[in-house]
């Protein structure tokens, strides 16, 4: 069994111990007024998968956390409850995204159909990330750039950084775990860990949901609520999104110390009245139009639920808004 297919297998374990395995259980439960305690069960037990791993990264005395997923899996989100626990453990937590690392736009390489191509490794500048990696885990200060993504240049005058004895460094990136990416870091400095949005409820007892629908939902929500895209819009880049993820993503996921499923058994429900709307403002003559549709139906299965419930440090919070964590 893959480390995957152990994290999907445990996860339906606990669906089949609290009695919901279906999109009709939750929806009974809902009905019957439990909504609220699914949502705190839930995301007590996400905390604790989370603590779990600060537990880890402690035990084995880790510098360096490498923290990878595919899009919309909540990465983000997963950082900084991390870097929480961490803190509980006596631990400082500094973090870097590796988007600050990405070439200028002109040097950036562009895909079979001539468009950027964002999901290559050779899209981040590998050596100077070293560069700066190994000066950090030998106490040195360096300066973390920051990247403008308005004119696609990196800048000058990020964060000045200097590792501390107890400091841990967590880099959050979709390439964390790919082995070129950190060839001169020695394998007993690191923590990896490899997060994913992987949906273990499903529809009835003959149909499952695709982990790619759950985040292709929540990428929709959020294109449209922090960067003005329609729905339209994200469905149409998706396929080269998850063709960016078949080649640099899911080829390393195994290669992780640990794996977090972030899809929450409850999401769903909330996100259909996110997303439901702007489904409907797909032209029917759009070429986008069929799948819009289809995930219409999708979250159509779920009775809603409302978000007053969500506390403001749930993942779901990167997606809809109202988090306590600033991004």
């Not at 797909?282 to 969500?310: H, M, N, W």
Request: aromatic content about 8%; hydrophobic content about 40%; some cysteine.
């Amino acid at each position: 069994m893959t480390k995957l297919e152990a994290v999907m297998a445990e996860n339906r374990r606990w669906q089949e111990i609290v009695g919901l395995r279906t999109a009709a259980d939750l929806n009974k439960a809902v009905r019957l007024g439990h909504a609220t305690d699914i949502i705190n069960v839930t995301e007590a037990l996400q905390e604790r998968r989370i603590a779990s791993v600060a537990d880890e990264i402690l035990d084995y005395g880790s510098r360096l956390v490498l923290l990878a997923g595919p899009s919309s899996s909540g990465k983000t989100t997963t950082c900084k409850r991390l870097a929480v626990q961490l803190r509980a453990c006596g631990l400082r937590p500094r973090m870097i995204s590796m988007d600050n690392y990405f070439v200028n736009r002109d040097q950036t390489p562009r895909d079979a159909n001539g468009e950027y191509d964002f999901e290559c490794l050779e899209a981040v500048d590998v050596p100077f990330f070293n560069e700066q990696l190994a000066a950090l885990l030998d106490g040195r200060e360096v300066e973390v750039p920051r990247f403008d993504f308005q004119t696609g240049t990196r800048q000058a005058g990020g964060e000045r950084m200097q590792l501390g004895e107890n400091d841990v460094l967590i880099i959050e990136g979709i390439h964390a775990l790919n082995p070129d990416l950190t060839p001169a870091i020695p394998d007993t400095l690191k923590y990896r860990l490899y997060v994913s949005a992987l949906t273990t409820i499903q529809l009835d007892e003959e149909r499952r949901i695709s982990t790619s629908d759950n985040r292709l939902i929540r990428r929709i929500i959020r294109d449209y609520k922090f960067r003005g895209y329609s729905a339209s819009e994200t469905i149409h880049r998706w396929p080269s999104v998850r063709a960016g993820e078949e080649k640099w993503i899911f080829p390393f996921q195994e290669n992780a110390d640990r794996m977090i499923n972030s899809a929450l058994l409850y999401e769903l429900a909330v996100l259909r009245g996110y997303v439901m709307p702007l489904l409907e403002e797909v032209p029917t003559d759009s070429p986008d139009y069929d799948e819009a549709l289809r995930l219409r139906g999708l979250v159509g299965f779920f009775e809603p639920i409302s978000t007053k419930q969500i506390p403001p440090v749930s993942l779901l919070r990167e997606f809809l808004g109202g988090s306590s964590f600033k991004y």
